[in-house]
């Protein structure tokens, strides 16, 4: 079973995907932490009702990122974590904890990579009147997802859309599609190495 992190900094809809896959045994894996940079956030309750111990930090009251992600790299360590899943992290990963986990930290992003990478992906859909946009899981590396993709799922924008209607559909592909990768990823990673 593997002991997974997840970074959040929201409302954890995706956290609450993972662990509700992990008991449905959808997912053969342990969420050992949350990490979020929001201390209000709603995911923080959705860890306390799932039992999930958290880290919650404030990156302002740090001289730099090394230094929050040296923290956090301690609080990885001491809890024996393998994977980190970002599940609406809305930080850049420093070269603290790619060092130490790099090609074990994965990303999911609400667009269909490389289109509309960074923040309000929707919204940049939107804007761009796109037909298209959809759900992209990929491997993290020092650039603003930028790193490798592992699966992709396509979602239509409808002329009628909203912000809020096609956020609800992207997020209804998120919470199928994450769990299922994560556990492939897993499961390959037991047979000898995770493909790229």
Known sequence: MKKIAVFASGSG?????IVDAIKEKKLNAEVSLLVCDKPGARVIERA????????TFFPKQYETKAEFETEILKRLRA????????AGYMRLIGGTLLADFEGRIVNIHP???????????????????????????????????????IAQKAVMI????????????????????????????FNQEKVGGVQS
């Open 13 to 17: 809809s995706n956290f609450q995907a």
């Open 48 to 55: 306390e009702e799932a039992g999930v111990e958290y880290f």
């Open 79 to 86: 809890k024996g974590i393998e994977f980190i899943v970002l």
């Open 111 to 149: 667009s269909l990579l490389p289109d509309f990478p960074g923040k309000d992906a929707i919204g940049q859909a939107l804007e761009a009147q796109a037909g298209v946009s959809g759900v992209t899981v990929h491997y993290v590396d020092s650039g603003m997802d930028t790193g490798p993709v």
């Open 158 to 185: 409808r002329k009628e859309d909203t912000r809020e209607s096609l956020q609800q559909r992207i997020q209804q592909v998120e919470h199928e599609l994450f769990p299922r990768v994560l556990e492939e990823l």
